[in-house]
């Protein structure tokens, strides 16, 4: 069953923003940290950003830094992946996920969510 939910996927122009939220559904995922991941076809999941349990630790690719902001209250749900400047190349299925801990690869994370979709045109 879905254990994790994700919204606020769609289309947008290049540069312009997009709000994904993601939050448990059926059961509680108390004390994990969670990150954000894209996959377009043929290419790995990539990780894009990832948030601390207590909201006070980040970390995000390179090719996101200064553009995306993820976010939560201390300790809480849901989680949020703020998306500025948006990029047609970033058109992608966004999914959200936990267990992972620290881990940059998305085959560690062991909690996904159905992904939502994100399409930038240009």
């Known amino acids: 069953q879905v254990q994790l939910v994700e919204s606020g996927g769609g289309l947008v122009q290049a540069g312009g923003s997009l709000r994904l939220s993601c939050a448990p559904s059926?059961?509680?995922?108390?004390?994990?940290?969670m990150a954000w991941f894209r996959q377009v076809p043929g290419k790995e999941r990539e990780l894009v950003a990832r948030?601390?349990?207590?909201?006070?630790?980040?970390y995000y690719a390179d090719s996101v830094k200064g553009r995306f902001t993820i976010s939560r209250d201390s300790a809480k749900y849901p989680v949020y992946l703020q998306m500025n400047s948006l990029r047609p190349e970033e058109s992608a299925v966004y999914y959200c996920?936990?267990?992972?801990?620290?881990?940059?690869?998305?085959?560690?994370?062991?909690?996904w969510g159905q992904g939502t979709q994100v399409t930038v045109s240009s």
């Open positions: 996920a936990v267990g992972g801990g620290i881990s940059l690869s998305w085959r560690i994370w062991s909690h």
């Open positions: 059926g059961r509680s995922f108390s004390g994990y940290a």
């Open positions: 948030v601390s349990w207590s909201g006070n630790s980040t």
